[in-house]
């Protein structure tokens, strides 16, 4: 159960960045070109990732 709410966590920008990671500046450039997933809207200017989504993205790429 905790494991199922820790992969539903939505995290920001920064934090998504810093989990993969990349610099803000590129993971914003690579998620405006659509190669990094998809994120959840928040609100009007605000963007957010599920943990979950970041570690199967994560782990694709060191594949």
Do not use: C, Q, Y
Request: no cysteine; charged share 20%.
């Amino acid at each position: 159960m905790a494991d199922t709410i820790a992969m539903a966590r939505v995290v920001g920008s920064a934090e998504a960045a810093a989990f993969v990671n990349l610099s803000l500046a590129h993971w914003l450039r690579l998620s405006r070109e659509g190669k990094v997933p998809a994120p959840v809207r928040l609100g009007a200017r605000k963007l957010g990732w599920r943990i979950g989504t970041l570690v199967n993205f994560v782990m694709e790429r060191a594949a």
